[in-house]
Structure formats: structure tokens, C-alpha cells
């Protein structure tokens, strides 16, 4: 005995909407559509018994104000035969929307605004499932609101907050959220959405990073470790010594007494500031050496404009060298400057990608500009007889390590590293060095 065809349902509509970005395109639905529409080929239409017009084409609305927003349009002059007609509609919105509405709720019945996730979600977007049968009559009716938390993946760059991840990946996220437009539970779900950050391609970490292996570290304990070719590394970078430098002695006993000359003599005023000797300890264990940083900073509470540049409230002299010491030994020196513009480099923040592979890229359609590189602190020397550069971007969590003006480093994480990309040329000792002053308590943004 044959079996009753399905009732046949056309998937009249798609439309969509940002009342974050509304003139950009990242939010529009894409030219491909079949992963949407075949998600709801074996979920909801599976639930309610029935059978998708495969040969019917969806219209694809962009929305331009907000005045649009929840209007349908019925018009089935092309599918007036087809007894059932579904509709959907993908809004973005801001989280405080939600929130200041009272949209969402968990499902343990604790309002959602009153949850710490909130403050790291990016958006939440509205997605809604009507359909309709050929009286017009609503017949189904499900809302789903999706939390977008990016994080964190193999990328290394800067991360975008105009979008929550890429375009491909968007609407990848928002195709699998129609396995939850069912039947069960209540009207309006909600559900916590973790979704690989978009970031801005560039023309500097880019080239080096691209498609490259990654070499990943533990941080969970007191040290930092990791693993390549020469088998596992572990560093340690113990608290830093201050020694207060008395400004006032004029002794001929103040061991700081030529620190404080040069002050004199290059500052008219230096008593509005506290200067300090820093002792940074470094440690390198796998090779069994000891390190010390010998520098002098000075501290200002209040730091002022430097020609409309701002200052961090601990500076590293420039009237004297820095010192790296092996043991008792002096191996080298490095000088630190501040908010260094990287000459011809620039990220754009309207083609992004994943961080990892650039052969992929997409517009957002947001027109924002490309902006210049600005390495937050640059540490620059020479140790073991080579020249290094250290470029700490605080803006996006970025380490960049060069040898003689190449990149042979480039590290992601905050205070602490997370993954690198490393050419394999360096010697051990020379790369462990670089990674424990890059990341010596020192040269940590405060707070």
C-alpha cells in the first residue's frame, strides 16, 4: 500500500536585517541558500510532515530600515497550488536590546540579563520561523535567539568587533539553528552560540602567519611551556625587585648618583615622578641559565600628552642603557620606545578572514578605512651578537619578534602566550630568551 505524499511547503522568503550595522553586507544572506534550506528539509519540515518545493525559488530580502522589520509580504501568485508557504526572518541586534526587552530567558527561568555571558557576547540575532496555510492562517510560529560569542581559534591578528565571525561562518551557525525550530519547548528559545572570530587582514602578520603550524602553550601552571622540534621548553618569569632611586641624595655614596645626573640634565622637571631600578629574574630550564634585565623606569601617576600621543604611566629611561645579564655576565643591552607606527604596514578591518588561512578572505561592507600598525612598546638591542626587535601590540594581544629586522616570531595572547608561529632557524637559547622578555612581568600592559 503506497503512503500518502507529504503536503508540499514553499519557502517563500528570507530576510534579514542588522540594526547594528545596517549599511554593511556581512549580514545578508548569501547567494547560496541550500544549507538553510536543507536544514529545515530534515528538521522542522520532518516534524510537521511535510515536504519542501525543491524547484521553488526563495526570494532574498535585505531590509534597509527598521520600520520593515516582522512584515511579510504574501504574494503567492507563483505558488498558489502549494498548500503551505514558510517564511523566515534573521535580524541582528544589539545584546542590550535583548536584554533592556526582556527577550530572553534561560531555560532554568533566570533572566538572561542578569548572567555574566553577557558582557562577551557580540550580538544576539533573531531568527523566526512563520508558516502559513492557503487561508492565510498561521499555522506554525517559532523564534530562536542565538548569543554569538567569538572566540578565540588558530588565528593570529587583529580580531573584529564589527562582526561576530566571518560572513561563511555566520550564516554556517545560523543554517544549523534550524534543527532547533521545532515543536517542542516554548515559543522563543535561546541558545549560546561559541563562533570562531573574524580577523582583519593585513599586510604585516598576514604573509607570515598564513597556513603556518602553530605551536601551542601551557600556561596553566607557574611556568611557560611548549614543544617543537627540540623536544619541550619551560620558562619561568618570577616577580620583578624595585629599588626606589632617591633623587634627592647628592652623596657621592647614592649608588643611582650618575641616573640622577642625567635626569638633572635632560629634565626640567623630574621631581613630579617616582624612578625606579627594576631587577627582572628569567629563567630558561630547559637549558639550565639564568637571567637577569637590569632597567630603570620612571613612574607617573597623571602621564601627560606627548604631542597628542599618549604615555603609559611606567616609562623606560632613555638616559641609560638596559641590561641583560647571563648569570653575573653582561650579554647584551636593549632601549624601549613607545607607540612606534609601523612604516607602509596596515591592517583593514573591512576584509577579514580566519586568522590562519589567507587564501579565503570577505568584505564586510562596513567602508571603514585601513588603519596604520601601532606597536603599543618596542623593546630593540642586541644579545648574543644579534639584533633583535620586540613589538608588544596590546591593542589585539600580539608579540612580534624579529632578528635583524625579520619577523621570526609572532605570538598571540594577553600577558601571557597563547600560540606562535616561529621560523625553526633560531637557536634554542636565543628563542627562549626572546620569549621570556617579551613576556617578563615588566613589559605587561597594567591591568
Known amino acids: 500500500m503506497n503512503s500518502r505524499p507529504l503536503p508540499l511547503v514553499a519557502v517563500e522568503q528570507i530576510q534579514a536585517y542588522s540594526y547594528l550595522n545596517p549599511s554593511a553586507s556581512y549580514w545578508k544572506i548569501p547567494e547560496n541558500i541550500n544549507p538553510i534550506l536543507e536544514a529545515l528539509d530534515t528538521s522542522l519540515f520532518v516534524t510537521l510532515k511535510m515536504q519542501r518545493e525543491k524547484n521553488y525559488t526563495t526570494l532574498q530580502v535585505a531590509l534597509s530600515k527598521t520600520s520593515q522589520l516582522g512584515k511579510i509580504k504574501i504574494d503567492w501568485t507563483r505558488s498558489r497550488d502549494i498548500p503551505y508557504h514558510a517564511y523566515l526572518e534573521l535580524y541582528e541586534m544589539?545584546?542590550?536590546?535583548?536584554?533592556?526587552?526582556?527577550?530572553?530567558?534561560?531555560?532554568?527561568?533566570?533572566?538572561?540579563?542578569?548572567?555574566?555571558?553577557?558582557?562577551?557576547?557580540?550580538?544576539?540575532?533573531?531568527?523566526?520561523?512563520?508558516?502559513?496555510?492557503?487561508?492565510q492562517e498561521?499555522?506554525?510560529?517559532?523564534?530562536?535567539?542565538?548569543?554569538?560569542?567569538?572566540?578565540?581559534?588558530?588565528?593570529?591578528?587583529?580580531?573584529i568587533k564589527t562582526s561576530p565571525s566571518t560572513p561563511t561562518l555566520l550564516?554556517?551557525?545560523?543554517?544549523?539553528?534550524?534543527?532547533?525550530?521545532?515543536?517542542?519547548?516554548?515559543?522563543?528559545?535561546?541558545?549560546?552560540?561559541?563562533?570562531?572570530?573574524?580577523?582583519?587582514?593585513?599586510?604585516?602578520?598576514?604573509?607570515?602567519v598564513h597556513n603556518k603550524p602553530r605551536i601551542l602553550f601551557d600556561t596553566s601552571k607557574q611556568f611557560i611551556s611548549f614543544a617543537d622540534q627540540e623536544g619541550i621548553h619551560a620558562l619561568r618569569v618570577p616577580a620583578a625587585v624595585l629599588?626606589?632611586?632617591?633623587?634627592?641624595?647628592?652623596?657621592?655614596?647614592?649608588?643611582?648618583?650618575?641616573?640622577?645626573?642625567?635626569?638633572?640634565?635632560?629634565?626640567?622637571?623630574?621631581?613630579?615622578?617616582?624612578?625606579?631600578?627594576?631587577?627582572?629574574?628569567?629563567?630558561?630550564i630547559k637549558n639550565n641559565i639564568d637571567y637577569t634585565l637590569d632597567t630603570y623606569i620612571e613612574f607617573t601617576t597623571d602621564p601627560p600628552l606627548n604631542n597628542?600621543?599618549?604615555?603609559?604611566?611606567?616609562?623606560?629611561?632613555?638616559?641609560?642603557?638596559?641590561?641583560?645579564?647571563?648569570?653575573?655576565?653582561?650579554?647584551?643591552?636593549?632601549?624601549?620606545?613607545d607607540?612606534?607606527?609601523?612604516?607602509?604596514?596596515?591592517?583593514?578591518?573591512?576584509i577579514v578572514y580566519n586568522g590562519y588561512d589567507s587564501s579565503r578572505s570577505a568584505p564586510l561592507g562596513t567602508f571603514f578605512a585601513k588603519q596604520p600598525i601601532v606597536q603599543s612598546r618596542v623593546?630593540?638591542?642586541?644579545?648574543?651578537?644579534?639584533?633583535?626587535?620586540?613589538?608588544?601590540?596590546?591593542?589585539?594581544?600580539?608579540?612580534?619578534?624579529?632578528?635583524?629586522?625579520v619577523m621570526v616570531m609572532a605570538i598571540s595572547g594577553n600577558k601571557k602566550p597563547i600560540q606562535m608561529v616561529a621560523k625553526g632557524s633560531l637557536p634554542s637559547n636565543v628563542q627562549s630568551l626572546l620569549l621570556l622578555i617579551a613576556y617578563a612581568e615588566i613589559f605587561q600592559q597594567p591591568g
Open 243 to 284: 629599588k626606589r632611586i632617591n633623587t634627592k641624595d647628592k652623596s657621592e655614596n647614592n649608588p643611582f648618583k650618575d641616573i640622577v645626573s642625567a635626569l638633572r640634565k635632560t629634565r626640567s622637571i623630574f621631581n613630579n615622578s617616582e624612578y625606579y631600578q627594576v631587577i627582572q629574574p628569567l629563567r630558561d
Open 308 to 337: 597628542n600621543v599618549p604615555k603609559f604611566a611606567i616609562q623606560f629611561l632613555p638616559e641609560t642603557l638596559h641590561r641583560i645579564y647571563q648569570e653575573k655576565d653582561s650579554i647584551g643591552y636593549f632601549s624601549v620606545k
Open 94 to 135: 544589539d545584546p542590550e536590546f535583548a536584554f533592556k526587552n526582556d527577550l530572553i530567558v534561560t531555560n532554568d527561568s533566570v533572566k538572561f540579563s542578569q548572567r555574566k555571558k553577557r558582557d562577551s557576547l557580540h550580538s544576539v540575532w533573531f531568527i523566526a520561523c512563520s508558516i502559513f496555510n492557503a487561508k
Open 339 to 350: 607607540f612606534v607606527k609601523e612604516e607602509n604596514k596596515f591592517y583593514y578591518p573591512d
Open 138 to 159: 498561521r499555522v506554525f510560529q517559532k523564534t530562536i535567539m542565538l548569543g554569538f560569542t567569538p572566540i578565540g581559534t588558530l588565528g593570529i591578528g587583529y580580531t
Open 379 to 405: 623593546i630593540t638591542g642586541k644579545v648574543f651578537n644579534k639584533e633583535f626587535t620586540i613589538q608588544l601590540n596590546y591593542e589585539n594581544s600580539i608579540t612580534t619578534i624579529l632578528i635583524d629586522k
Open 171 to 208: 550564516f554556517n551557525a545560523i543554517a544549523k539553528s534550524m534543527n532547533y525550530l521545532d515543536t517542542e519547548g516554548e515559543d522563543m528559545d535561546y541558545l549560546d552560540v561559541k563562533i570562531p572570530a573574524a580577523y582583519a587582514t593585513d599586510n604585516y602578520w598576514m604573509p607570515f
